[in-house]
């Protein structure tokens, strides 16, 4: 079964190097899914979040852009597999081809999906077998409000 998942912010580790390491978290099924992403990664998916408007597009916001204009739509995201510790995803997207809908799916690294997600609201989805692997209590994350912590 896939439960919805909603990006619940940006939580901080500990690498194996003594360092502060992101991850954004999800939560889904009264449980939260972080996912370990670099500095940048968890940036643009803050970023992402709050709506903040740059000058010029970022690379994701780029992406949605490109997808529109081209008759597409990013229809969802789902964290599909989690293999040593790594995380995989697929991007939903649709596109109409002489009026009738044609369906892609794309391999993504689960940061760029989510980054892709939160600016265009669409579901992230997430299968008990990754919650019940990875998935923890809230209480065992530290969502962090500040960037300088990473």
Do not use: W
């Amino acid at each position: 079964m896939e439960h919805t998942a909603e990006v619940e912010g940006i939580g901080v580790g500990v690498g194996s190097d003594g360092t502060n390491v992101p991850a954004v978290v999800l939560r889904a099924r009264e449980e939260v899914l972080p996912i370990f992403v670099t500095a940048d990664q968890a940036q643009t998916i803050r970023l992402g979040l709050a709506g903040e408007p740059f000058e010029r597009p970022l690379t994701h916001d780029l992406l949605v852009d490109m997808v529109t204009e081209f008759g597409g739509a990013i229809d969802g995201v789902r964290i599909d597999d989690l293999s040593d510790g790594t995380f995989y995803a697929k991007l939903d997207a649709e596109r109409y081809e002489d009026g009738e809908p044609v369906s892609y799916v794309f391999d993504a690294r689960p940061s760029d999906a989510i980054a892709l997600a939160v600016r265009v609201d669409c579901p992230i989805l997430v299968s008990d077998e990754i919650l019940d692997s990875a998935g923890r209590p809230p209480s065992a994350i530290d969502l962090s409000p500040d960037d300088d912590e990473f």
